[in-house]
């Protein structure tokens, strides 16, 4: 059984992810990244791909992504 995770990513308002460090408040920790800035979070699935709509807060996103990872455990429970 291939083990899925279930994480938030957070994306620019182009809707590419964001990998860049970024400071608490959410601003890009350094300048010269060309990073634009965390618009919005999804809820990724490494078997399902995305899940549901990107969220305007990570706080939105974060149940759903307990409830997505809950219906996998629901689904590989013997
Ligand atoms: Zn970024
Ligand atoms: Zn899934």
Same mark, same amino acid.
């Given at each position: 059984m291939a083990r899925i995770t279930v994480k938030?990513? *957070?994306l620019? #308002? !182009?809707g /590419? /992810? $964001? !990998?860049h460090a970024v400071s608490p408040s959410g601003k890009p920790r350094d300048s010269d990244s060309? $990073?634009?800035g965390r618009r919005s979070y999804r809820v990724w699935?490494?078997? $399902?791909g995305q899940v549901?709509? *990107?969220h305007g807060l990570r706080?939105? #996103?974060e149940p759903e992504? #307990?409830?997505h990872r809950a219906q996998h455990q629901v689904a590989t429970t013997r």
């Open positions: 938030v990513e *957070p620019h #308002a !182009d /590419t /992810t $964001c !990998d060309g $990073c634009a699935c490494s078997s $399902c549901g709509k *990107p706080v939105l #996103a992504q #307990a409830r």
